[in-house]
């Protein structure tokens, strides 16, 4: 359950800070943002839960961890 927690803490700082962003800095318009697979807020928390998670390296933690448990 505290994955999710801190997920969901994520994805809403995720949202205002997108909301900041399009507001406050000088985009152009027509400037098109490359997508991505994962949102920001997913990769915030693979982040975060690896460094709660005890595991050495990012590598390993993706391989055992990652990779098997939270497609």
């Not at 909301?19 to 943002?33: P, T």
């Not at 920001?40 to 448990?69: A, C, P, Q």
């Amino acid at each position: 359950m505290e994955q999710v927690a801190i997920f969901c803490d994520v994805d809403d700082f995720c949202k205002a800070y997108e909301e900041y962003c399009m507001h406050s800095l000088i985009m152009k318009k027509k400037k098109v943002l490359p997508r991505t697979r994962m949102a920001l807020s997913e990769i915030i928390t693979i982040l975060i839960m690896y460094h709660l998670s005890g595991y050495r390296t990012f590598k390993w933690y993706d391989k055992n961890h990652v990779i098997k448990y939270q497609k």
